[in-house]
């Protein structure tokens, strides 16, 4: 059964099949052993966080050198420890040592803290 590119105008698709068509692209990818960085929508914004969350780690977990996630806040407030473990759909005990992801880092984008950038260039007007 081959899903990649399906799509359905009279149902979501299933968790399943969302598995699937993952496992597909991420097979195509040459990610065995790499380190991941996850840039994933802070509360603001809606999407299946807590799914790709889960499914990423099912998917690359075994294979990447490391999994870390970014929260984009753009500006917004940053997010307290416990609603980013809400927003990808973990408990404190799954994230801490021996838990099921505690060695996947979520870091926080801080755009309060001018030291936390450095330019790399500059894009001139033609």
Do not use: W
Request: net charge negative; proline share 2%.
């Amino acid at each position: 059964m081959v899903f990649t590119g399906s799509s359905f105008s009279d149902r979501l698709l299933t968790e399943s099949e969302i598995r699937i068509i993952l496992r597909q692209g991420l097979d195509r990818a040459n990610l065995h052993g790499r380190r991941l960085l996850i840039i994933i929508p802070d509360g603001t914004r809606s999407g299946p966080v807590d799914l790709s969350f889960r499914l990423f780690h099912e998917l690359l977990g075994e294979r990447a050198a490391a999994m870390d996630y970014l929260v984009a806040l753009g500006t917004h407030m940053a997010m307290s420890t416990e609603a980013i473990y809400m927003r990808v759909g973990a408990t404190a005990q799954e994230m801490e040592d021996g838990g099921r992801y505690a060695n996947i880092n979520i870091f926080s984008h801080e755009c309060d803290k001018p030291n936390t950038f450095c330019t790399l260039g500059e894009i001139l007007a033609s």
